[in-house]
DNA sequence: TATCAGGGCCTAG
DNA sequence: CTAGGCCCTGAT
């Protein structure tokens, strides 16, 4: 099938953007993305267009939300100040990231395991725990596992988490597991909180800091003006913006404005160190 | 082969 | 509030 993409969208940028790891390239341009039970493969075509391996109805359904298609990227990139200039260079250069919807479980496991590892770690781990524990899927002639639910991690112990090379985070992913089975974090009904105290109640996990919340709340929850501050980041606002954090004035799109300068960072690594 | 930092967080002082 | 320590990987 086909779907028309009229908004700034960018496969190869949002595979790399780090919000997810499990998204791979091919090299005819097929890129594949994996959600919940979802698979979608999706490859560029002409005008806009995409050529999708799914049906209409799940595109809609699924699709559409983690791709954030329903928010208009160029008229927020096109409200950034002039006077912003480094900003604006660095959503030049993004343009075409989406902020990704993903599942909420998913993400806390991953920001949890990303903590001091660089992507490649990141992915491997992330791989490795769908392997062992989530649902063989095939498609498209390859099985796939899904990422394993809470469920599905149940009896998993802290060795089993640190040969998948977890490291130090394994008692964490224990104690994440712990508090989803037993209701004490109900990912689903803290979705109706407010910013702060959704990132509150994500904090309530072993292992999870303010950064790692952030991302939780703005990668699975849709939450725009949350901005995460890593590393990355804090190098640009010193380099950049004499130390002064810039995001509370990029308000409800504090976290797009984040993802533009991270993309920026990262593909300018060797001028940045 | 050795070294270093990597999308931080916890604990102690 | 600030400093170490942490478990392991990928990059040089």
């Known amino acids: 099938m086909e779907v028309h993409i009229p908004d700034l969208f960018d496969l190869k940028k949002i595979a790399d953007s780090g919000q997810c790891f499990r998204a791979v390239s091919r090299p005819d341009g097929t890129y594949r993305f994996i959600t919940g039970d979802q698979v979608l493969y999706i490859q560029k075509a002409p005008d806009g267009c995409y050529r999708v391996s799914c049906s209409q109805e799940v595109w809609d359904r699924v699709w559409r939300p983690y791709f954030d298609l329903e928010r208009n990227y160029r008229e927020i990139s096109a409200a950034i100040p002039e006077k912003d200039a480094f900003l604006r260079r660095a959503a030049q250069a993004g343009a075409g990231i989406r902020i990704l919807r993903q599942d909420p479980w998913e993400t806390l496991v991953t920001f949890i395991i990303s903590q001091r590892k660089s992507i490649p770690a990141i992915r491997s781990v992330v791989e490795m725990l769908s392997e062992r524990y ?75 800091g303010v950064k790692v919340a952030n991302c939780v709340a703005l990668f699975a929850y849709g939450r725009a003006a949350c901005a995460p501050v890593d590393t990355w980041i804090r190098k640009i606002i010193q380099q950049e913006y004499r130390g002064r954090n810039p995001f509370d004035r990029y308000g409800a799109a504090a976290g797009i404005m984040q993802q533009y300068f991270f993309y920026y960072a990262q593909s300018h690594k060797a001028e940045t160190a």
């Open 134 to 208: 989530g649902t063989a899927v095939h498609v498209s002639g390859e099985t796939l596992h899904t990422f394993p639910t809470a469920a599905q991690m149940r009896d998993v112990g802290e060795e089993d988490y640190i040969a998948c090379k977890a490291g130090y985070r394994a008692p964490y992913l224990c104690d994440a597991v712990e508090q989803v089975l037993s209701g004490r974090l109900d990912l689903e009904k803290i979705s109706a909180l407010p910013d702060d105290q959704l990132i509150a109640a994500l904090e309530g996990v072993r292992g999870v």
